[in-house]
């Protein structure tokens, strides 16, 4: 099993960035995805969720990031996806995408079987 992030770099405050997760080794559909994020002596905190497939597509979002960040996925290519745009100094942490075979959303880290190695994003002021 798999979790690969990419897409992290350097922008400045207002611009934009997509991270994107290749997943592996496990039945992508069959899964809800997520992204969360860290900063150090911080907890890892939830940023967006999508539902695993079969039937309606649902997604959310912290509210620090609504309106602001997109997440998609693309079953096709079992890669999830997480369009950051309007972004803040504050959005600076490293990114991890997450996968759970929960139907419903879930905030915490611990319901996540599957992790991805994380992609920095700084933000800079």
């Known amino acids: 099993v798999q979790l690969q992030a990419s897409g992290g770099g350097l922008v400045q405050t207002g611009g934009s960035l997509r991270l994107s997760c290749a997943a592996s080794?496990?039945?992508?559909?069959?899964?809800?995805m997520a992204w969360f994020r860290q900063v150090p002596g911080k907890e890892r905190e939830f940023v967006a969720f999508?539902?695993?497939?079969?039937?309606?597509?649902?997604?959310y979002y912290a509210d620090s990031v609504k309106g602001r960040f997109t997440i998609s996925r693309d079953n096709a290519k079992n890669t999830v996806y997480l369009q950051m745009n309007s972004l803040k100094p504050e959005d600076t942490a490293v990114y991890y995408c997450?996968?759970?075979?929960?139907?419903?959303?879930?905030?915490?880290?611990?319901?996540?079987?599957?992790w991805g190695q994380g992609t920095l994003v700084t933000v800079s002021s």
């Open positions: 997450a996968g759970s075979r929960a139907y419903n959303i879930a905030y915490s880290p611990n319901s996540y079987d599957y």
């Open positions: 999508i539902s695993r497939s079969g039937g309606s597509t649902y997604t």
């Open positions: 080794g496990f039945t992508f559909s069959n899964y809800a």
